[in-house]
């Protein structure tokens, strides 16, 4: 008897020893952890600015950079909402012990502009997407992720505007804040022109999107480098949706959210 | 108990995913697996079930599925190969039909006499169409013109539909101008209801409709409000009745299975990449308990805290069935063309 019972033993040890078969479930360590999410009170810095990041999940690890650089195990660990005091881009990136880690998130704090005196609009943005009306780009407020944020003008056209200044005022350079949000048929602008006091012209040509990414707010800087009374702002929307797009040959969607003038 | 308390108990299977328990036995190679999901509603994860070859049997969206009286698992999808691809619930390829639904979106099982049929909606073909299961067309309905809503058929493109007891059936237009139309079981138009707008009695994305008879004394309709992250309870006569928030989510059809109301969480509402969809489970109060892939369902002065995707997992999860044993299959909409994935209730 006691032979058996140690015969079943060897046996059962062999059975525990034997390598498992694959199973057939979904393993952790394949999935990644969603990107933290990164909300900002403002994003524009006068004195500072309260950035605060979450993902809720058990014994995660949210660390960051303002450097530019991509978090790694060794970043700053994120433990409370951070008061941002300098402009930059602060990044944002989950770790698990058992998840892999999550694609970065990327704010970008701007350091408050020089306040423009009015805009003239000589075209129409779309009715349903006009933001706050037409001082909506030069109010030094941002807008989220999603194109139904009233801080949005869109535009199934070029966008043409002219902002004043009272008193000449030297701009460096003017800095345009656009939705790139291809799932939702809004891409990035086809070419900007600027007309400097109605006179000198600048033009930034963007390169086009060969392929969807994740929603982003992008921003370009044009150089200006005068004594500004006007500017006028042409954007000019992507007149033709790329090939690979699902509304392939259309009309794109234009989205833009402030223009800053450093 | 309350459900604060039900939730805080439960907050140890919290946040959406957990590992699985140390068994301490030798079997632990399952240690690592996914579970995703909370309190009573917990899944592992088959990415495997029902994968065929892409070659002679493809998907393109995986839009619905059902599972029909003989216990098969039922898909549609707009790729014009195979729309319809019948499985066992092991995954196995039964059979496949169907060419002719290029805008195949909405599928319903319909039960007349002992036999099973099916109701698709096409949003291509601007139809609503009856097929026996094995695709035979019993009928085709057309845009309600008589109701002087519509300019054009191309106005009309219904995304769902679902059936009462006796036959009668409510179509949702959730891709066109946001009406429900309800017909008698011959197809005949008997009233019209909703219509684009923010309005309680109106929708912004009529995505899904399910008969709820769950309160057998007061049958009701739940319409999902897609854009709006919101479900819309409705009586059958087409009064609205409530609505029930679900904010961060765009719910697709409501999907009720014995008590509890199961949807496809297209995409979470202010993650930055689209592919950020989840599954959304409710109780019997039509209290959220369980959101797999997502966060935990967390009501602060009962109104609930805006959900998310927390791991990437679904990309657009479009549709659920849930099958006789509790298990849930999800079909999901641009997805690179995969063919569903199986979660396992645990």
New interface residues.
Partial sequence: MRLLIQLCFVFFVMLSCKQPTETKFLQQNTISLAQPRVITNKTFIDSFVTIQAQLKVDDVVIRYTSNGEEPSLNSEKYTQPIQAVNPGVYKFKAFHNHWKPSEVTEVELFKKGLSADGILWHTKASEKYNGQGEKTLINQTKASLNFTDNEWVGFDTTAISTVKFNKKTYVKSVTISYLNDAASWIFPPERIILFINNDLKKEHVIKPLNQLVDRKNETVIIPVEAEVSSLKIQVNNRQSIPEWHEGKGQKAWLFIDEFIFN | MSRRQFLKQSSLF??????YPMSG??????K???IIGHNTHRY?????WGNLDTLKTPVKDCHEMVQDSKGRIVLLTNHTKNNIIIYDKSGKLVSTWGTQYPGGHGLTLMKENGEDFLLITDYERHQVIKTTIDGKVVFEIDYPAETGKYNDKAEFKPTETTVLENGDFYVADGYGNQYILHYNHKGELLNVFGGRGTENGQFLNAHGICYDNRDKNKPSLLISAREMNVLKRFDLKGNYLESIPVPGALICRPVIHKNDIYFAVLKS??????D?GFLLIMNEKNEVVSCPGA??PEYKNNTLEEL??????FQHPHDVCIDDDENIYVAQWNSGQTYPIKL?RV
Avoid: C, H, W
């Fill in positions: 919290s946040l959406g995913i957990l590992t036995n030798a079997l632990e190679f399952s690592n697996d996914v592992k994860v088959n990415m495997n509402k202010n993650a930055p990449n689209s950020s966060t935990l998310y995707q927390t791991v990437r997992l396992t």
